[in-house]
T-cell receptor
Framework: QKEVEQNSGPLSVPEGAIASLNCTYS??????FFWYRQYSGKSPELIMS????GDKEDGRFTAQLNKASQYVSLLIRDSQPSDSATYLC?????????????FGTGTSLTVIP | KAGVTQTPRYLIKTRGQQVTLSCSPI?????VSWYQQTPGQGLQFLFE???????NKGNFPGRFSGRQFSNSRSEMNVSTLELGDSALYLC?????????????FGPGTRLTVL
């Protein structure tokens, strides 16, 4: 079982719609959760981090965390063509050797004008 | 505050050669992690250095090695290059603190092996 799992997509939404991206993780001791956006040929860029259960909003982005279900999601409201990218979910858990980060393989999002 | 920098940005090598990539973390960050990214493979973790010590290591052959200097700058070396080593190599830095540690990525080095 992979540490972090995401649907690879592609996910297509029309401009102005809400895009919903989902992620599950396997280890209950995971403590921090992140969403990165990666444009083709570029490096991942941090969008959101979330540490406690519930919702966290930042502009058009909302991250949702449910530790009981080991589930993290990212909602993008009023999707724009510039949001078209691959979205990576990542988790961080404290191990004996220090923090360990695990990344999903990413969900490709296309926003159709 | 300057971000993570990586040099060189692009590199072309031939099979059998070796290569050294460099990463300078964000000021104050003591942890540097290296990842390999190829189409369809996602981010593959290579290793992590913290305070000049390799703290974690992924499942890559011994041809891949790294080190970290006292100023937290890190280098990654790949010896005896193979065609399959062509990839985007990403470096990420973080403070290395538990609970709220966050990784920030550099722009990457695009390595092409011919």
């Amino acid at each position: 079982q992979k540490e972090v799992e995401q649907n690879s997509g592609p996910l297509s939404v029309p401009e102005g719609a809400i895009a919903s991206l989902n992620c599950t993780y396997s280890d209950r001791v995971s403590q921090s959760f992140f969403w990165y956006r990666q444009y083709s040929g570029k490096s991942p860029e941090l969008i959101m981090s979330i540490y406690s259960n519930g919702d966290k909003e930042d502009g058009r982005f909302t991250a949702q965390l449910n530790k009981a279900s080991q589930y993290v999601s990212l909602l993008i409201r009023d999707s724009q063509p510039s949001d078209s990218a691959t979205y990576l979910c990542a988790v961080n858990r404290l191990a004996r050797s220090g923090n360990q980060f695990y990344f999903g393989t990413g969900t490709s999002l296309t926003v159709i004008p | 505050k300057a971000g993570v920098t990586q040099t060189p940005r692009y590199l072309i090598k031939t099979r059998g050669q070796q290569v050294t990539l460099s990463c300078s973390p964000i000021s104050g960050h003591r942890s540097v992690s290296w990842y390999q990214q190829t189409p369809g493979q996602g981010l593959q973790f290579l290793f992590e250095y913290f305070s000049e010590t390799q703290r974690n290591k992924g499942n890559f052959p011994g041809r891949f090695s790294g080190r970290q200097f006292s100023n937290s700058r890190s280098e990654m070396n790949v010896s005896t290059l193979e065609l399959g080593d062509s990839a985007l190599y990403l470096c990420a830095s973080s403070r290395g603190q538990p609970l709220t540690d966050t990784q920030y990525f550099g722009p990457g080095t695009r390595l092409t092996v011919l």
